[in-house]
């Protein structure tokens, strides 16, 4: 006779995707406020501090050349194409919101 066996695996894959939800919204909420600050007078503060995060991973090849070329494009943009490319469902939003060189203001956002 088999033994029944719960499936933990559906469980956990359910976790896991509220897990991965709850992470892209924080993420969501982390690149609306940048959109709020770049278009504020702590626009060239911020752009300063994230233009050194992506010379950082230029200079240590920490990230691939996708991630330093699309976040210099758009901090060279006008913020609605950031907010295109980041926080719509543009196919590379994802990725790019989880390579972010704004993760210094996460502590700013609840």
Do not use: T
Not at 6 to 31: F, Q, T, W
Not at 73 to 99: F, K
Request: net charge positive.
């Amino acid at each position: 006779m088999q033994s029944i066996k719960s499936k933990p695996s559906i469980s956990l894959r359910v976790l896991a995707r509220k897990a991965d939800a709850e992470k892209y919204e924080k993420l969501g909420r982390l690149h609306k406020h940048v959109l709020v600050l770049l278009r504020s007078d702590r626009r060239n503060d911020v752009v300063n501090q994230a233009e050194g995060r992506i010379q950082k991973w230029e200079e240590r090849d920490l990230c691939s050349r996708f991630y330093i070329d699309s976040w210099r494009r758009l901090l060279n943009s006008d913020p609605s194409e950031m907010e295109r490319e980041v926080c719509g469902d543009a196919p590379q939003a994802r990725a790019l919101a989880q390579n972010s060189p704004f993760s210094f203001l996460m502590k700013e956002v609840q």
